[in-house]
């Protein structure tokens, strides 16, 4: 399992990124999917993620109305739409993939992340 993540970088405070996460080696359709940070100095966290089928979301309560996990199936991709960024959204960000609840448990697998950094 490979996962790619893309679309880090820096932005002002109050705008907006779109993170993707591209999946090989699986088939995708049966994975559930997540992205987590990790702020420097801190641990790893929990911030979205999206069940196999697309009908069920999760979201850090941090980041909840702000963020909104999408996926397509046939594409094998996962993006993570960030709104009205704030400082305390810079981090690495990682996408990572399992067949548990994925918002419940570690996944097994993971990309290699990509840096957001929120400043003005």
């Known amino acids: 399992v490979q996962l790619q993540a893309s679309g880090g970088g820096l932005v002002q405070p109050g705008g907006s990124l779109r993170l993707s996460c591209a999946a090989s080696?699986?088939?995708?359709?049966?994975?559930?999917m997540a992205w987590f940070r990790q702020a420097p100095g801190k641990e790893r966290e929990f911030v979205a993620a999206i069940m196999w089928s697309g009908g069920s979301t999760f979201y850090a309560d941090s980041v909840k109305g702000r963020f909104t996990i999408s996926r397509d199936n046939a594409k094998k991709t996962t993006d993570l739409q960030m709104n009205n960024l704030k400082s305390e959204d810079t981090a690495v960000y990682y996408c990572?993939?399992?067949?548990?609840?994925?918002?419940?448990?570690?996944?097994?697998?993971w990309g290699q992340g990509t840096l957001v950094t929120v400043s003005s």
């Open positions: 990572a993939t399992d067949q548990t609840r994925i918002n419940l448990t570690t996944p097994r697998y």
């Open positions: 080696g699986l088939t995708f359709s049966g994975y559930n």
